[in-house]
């Protein structure tokens, strides 16, 4: 039995990405069979003893496991980390930074699940690799882009940095809370141009209220008065994923060239835009709810798509195709839908994610044996 270490959030204290994904790696692993620890850091700014007692919580012990067995505990320091086989690293706070390098022992090897983060030029992208190769055993790539572009370019590599689909509770994610009035859902921007982040969502809202006048919208974190839309707050994961991403028809990403986003634009070395750093894990959890998409070429990863063909637009500025595409989505929703949530839950649930980690560490730990004996010799 493996010993999985992950050092994350937990949901019921900390809403958001990485407390979402250090819970489905729990589940995810355990159901493979391991043994997990959930660590919360304790670093600056982060205290878990206090946000379990603000959270009305007794103690680490009375926080919810959702059907999972793994154990939470604080991490202050090095000291604290029981012995593993593998330890996740799944924070991407700042300040959690410093305890990595005290998290490593001969016989445990260190993984991260990265968002995009190769373009194809070379030279870029080795850097990249070094820093990520200095602090990790393996790497593991949520994008088939990412991972083609290692074996073109750095196939020495190929082991070290593997394919691993980011993998969400295909149960918790059901569509149930959905009217038969459509609604769509939009994540907040970020940054002093919110409402032009948002403003192709808003011209198109005005537009589709024609047709369907009960047209309603969901916008995480905050109200959008243009919209009308119902505000949804940060919550636990089942809870916001029932009270967000079942309920939608349709899923917008906001326009990332005008949110903090755009720090990671970039280009490949044949033109193409792309946003380093960029997962968008509501794109995918939205589509596993039956949810369709419609998005900006090469905004969203095409291999997110599950309906790529008809989800992608050229331009926010061209309002009469982002009306016809979103016509048609609602026009066939039930059709759509229902492929959609077949191809998103096959390629995206926890089990496979944790299935394809699985092996790929296995990979990394027999090269270790080999390197090993190989030295002995």
């Not at 603000?54 to 012995?83: I, Q, T």
Request: aromatic share 8%; glycine share 8%; hydrophobic share 40%.
């Amino acid at each position: 039995m493996r010993k999985i270490a992950i050092v994350g959030r937990h949901t019921a204290l900390t809403p958001g990405f990485n407390a979402a994904m250090s819970l489905n790696e729990a589940l995810g692993f355990e159901a493979h069979g391991c043994e997990v620890t959930l660590y919360l850091p304790h670093t600056k700014g982060q205290n878990p003893r206090a946000a379990v007692k603000r959270a009305g919580f007794r103690s680490y012990d009375d926080l919810p496991r959702f059907g999972g067995r793994f154990d939470v505990k604080p991490l202050a320091s090095g000291a604290e980390l029981d012995a593993a086989d593998v330890l996740i690293w799944q924070t991407y706070n700042a300040a959690d930074q410093a305890l990595l390098p005290e998290l490593r022992r001969p016989s445990m090897l260190r993984t991260k699940n990265v968002p995009r983060t190769f373009t194809g030029d070379a030279r870029r992208d080795a850097k990249r690799m070094a820093t990520l190769s200095e602090n990790f055993d393996l790497v593991t790539l949520s994008l088939r882009a990412d991972q083609q572009i290692v074996r073109a370019l750095f196939p020495e590599q190929r082991r070290r940095f593997r394919y691993v689909p980011r993998g969400f509770v295909a149960d918790w994610l059901d569509g149930n809370g959905r009217g038969t009035a459509p609604a769509i859902g939009l994540d907040q921007a970020k940054g002093p141009e919110m409402e032009r982040a948002r403003r192709h969502i808003t011209t198109l809202g005005q537009q589709l209220r024609g047709q369907w006048p009960d047209l309603r919208f969901l916008s995480a974190r905050q109200d959008v008065d243009a919209l009308g839309s119902e505000g949804v707050p940060a919550l636990p994961l089942r809870d916001y994923y029932d009270r967000f991403l079942n309920r939608i028809w349709l899923y917008m990403p906001i326009d990332f060239e005008h949110s903090v986003h755009v720090k990671g634009l970039a280009h490949t070395p044949e033109g193409q835009r792309l946003f380093l750093g960029l997962y968008e894990n509501e794109v995918v959890e939205a589509q596993m709810a039956g949810a369709l998409v419609l998005v900006r070429r090469d905004d969203v990863p095409r291999e997110l798509l599950m309906l790529p063909g008809v989800s992608q637009v050229d331009s926010y500025d061209d309002e009469e195709a982002l009306l016809a595409a979103a016509t048609a989505h609602l026009e066939n929703f039930e059709a759509r839908s229902r492929l959609t949530r077949e191809r998103a839950q096959a390629r995206h649930n926890h089990l496979e994610m944790a299935r394809a980690w699985l092996a790929a560490l296995d990979v990394v730990a027999r090269d270790g044996r080999r390197a090993e004996g190989g030295d002995a010799g």
